[in-house]
């Protein structure tokens, strides 16, 4: 886990990843570890559906702005309060 991310999370209901450098509010590369329970359900030709999963546990490494690529400037920020004219993805 690099220092400028330390801290980082999953955003909560509310909540969304913002980058501070260039305002990218959409697109980010996400490195996370899960440990996760999973009910496989098989069926008579041996393929297998995922029918539940329960996450156990979830922590976030590394997270970088697609657009800039910086991942020293990564934030939370309110989810409706998130200026969303900044975003390059609004040109």
Do not use: K
């Not at 697109?27 to 559906?49: C, I, K, N, P, S």
């Amino acid at each position: 886990m690099t220092d400028q991310n330390a801290g980082l999370r999953v955003p909560a209901e509310g909540e969304r990843w913002r980058c501070a450098g260039c305002g990218n509010l959409t697109r980010f590369d996400v490195t996370r570890t899960r440990r996760t329970t999973e009910y496989w359900h098989f069926d008579l030709a041996g393929e297998h559906q995922v029918e539940e999963e329960t996450v156990r546990a979830e922590a976030v490494e590394a997270v970088s702005c697609r657009w800039c690529g910086r991942d020293d400037a990564i934030e939370l920020v309110d989810r409706a309060s998130a200026d969303t004219s900044a975003d390059p993805a609004a040109d």
